[in-house]
């Protein structure tokens, strides 16, 4: 079973994230955001993972020790859960449109952390929520996954749009780079032998 359980408390958050990567796309999620709660419904949606998130954090403070380390739990989950990632087809790609947004999203679970980010929000807030920390987000997910990712923005101006089309594009992109390829189950998608 590719699944992964995640434990994390610092003095500024307590979180526990369960992942199952094989899974029908549920989710709990209760962060403390609200917005985060509502991005990571739908990355659980769309990329048919089962994911469980609870998290207190100082949100009386601001919201990003909340979502940087909620990105953190996920990116080790994910790391966990792909072991030495045999048999993976290892890229995935999308290109999703969200009304009049358009995001193109890029991952390689290389074992090379780095985030290409290329979005472009218009307002600095949705609702409550600091539309800045959507990058901290993906930048703490991608060092702790150790993948490559690219988010880029190719239409839109909606903040909402936008940032929904790249979570949600980010799961396709990443339930086609995490299933299993049948014809290559017992071997380790690089020439180098490892990932």
Known sequence: ????????????????????????????????????????????????????????????????????????????????ALGDKKGIRRYGREVLPMDEALVLTAVDFSGRSFLAYGLKIPTPAVGTFDTELVEEFWMAFTRNAKCTLHIHQMAGTNSHHIIEG????????MRAAVSVDAAFADEIPSTKGVL
Request: charged share 25%.
């Open 1 to 80: 079973m590719r699944a992964a359980e995640i434990n994390r408390k610092t003095a500024e958050t307590d979180i526990a994230l369960k992942l199952d990567l094989d899974g029908r796309g549920e989710s709990q999620i209760d962060t403390g955001v609200g917005f985060l709660d509502h991005m990571l419904t739908l990355f659980a949606k769309h990329g048919r993972f089962d994911l469980t998130v609870q998290c207190t954090g100082d949100t009386y403070v601001d919201d990003h020790h909340t979502v940087e380390d909620i990105g953190i739990a996920l990116g080790q989950a994910f790391a966990e």
């Open 166 to 173: 790249a979570f949600k594009s980010a799961a396709k992109t």
